[in-house]
């Protein structure tokens, strides 16, 4: 299981995951206890519990790129990886990546560096201000860093030398 973002396939370039609205939902309630980016929990929701997840493709989209986790079936990852490669595109990968830090900033190490936008490092960085630590450089300003000192004084170390020049204080 990867922390962010899991999906597979059926070997036919069929791609399943948990959609923004999925996820919503699940997080308000989820009796069946899905986690978001296991294969198994995918599988299990879209085909059944008959050990499904031997029966799929198994992919992931981290800060290494698209990976293929496992084939059980006809290898259809290029297809897949076009598919992803589209799909990152879209407004609903950015909506996810905001979801994921706004119930755990942190998991911002998860998210490629390409798609940590200003919105969901803030995002990660007000749920938690070690968060700051994954926000890329050129991201990083004034503002940030205060937000992060107000919640725990520690987070200093990840503040750039410039911006302590400036006084910020908790």
């Known amino acids: ?3 962010f973002f899991s999906f597979i396939s059926n070997g ?27 294969h198994s929990s995918i ?9 499904s997840d031997d029966k799929v493709n198994k992919y992931e989209f981290t800060i290494n790129g698209f990976i293929i986790d496992q084939i059980n079936v006809k290898d259809d990852s290029k297809q897949v990886e076009k598919w992803l490669n589209e799909f990152i595109k ?25 798609y940590r936008t200003k919105e969901i490092c803030k995002l990660a960085v007000k749920q938690n201000c070690f968060s700051l630590y994954y926000v890329p450089k050129h991201l990083i300003d004034y503002n940030l860093c205060e937000m992060a000192l107000k919640q725990d004084v520690r987070v200093l170390k990840y503040v750039p030398t410039k ?6 204080k908790k």
Do not use: H, W
Not at 43 to 51: I, R
Not at 163 to 168: A, F, M, R, T
């Open 43 to 51: 599988a299990s929701f879209y085909y059944g519990n008959n050990n």
């Open 163 to 168: 911006y302590k020049k400036e006084g910020i």
């Open 90 to 114: 879209t407004e609903e990968y950015e909506e996810l990546c905001k979801m994921l830090v706004e119930q755990n900033g942190i998991m911002l190490q998860y998210i490629p560096r390409k």
């Open 1 to 3: 299981m990867c922390n």
């Open 12 to 38: 036919k370039g069929n791609v399943k995951y948990f959609t923004l609205e999925q996820r919503k939902q699940f997080y308000k309630n989820n009796p069946k206890q899905y986690k978001m980016d296991s």
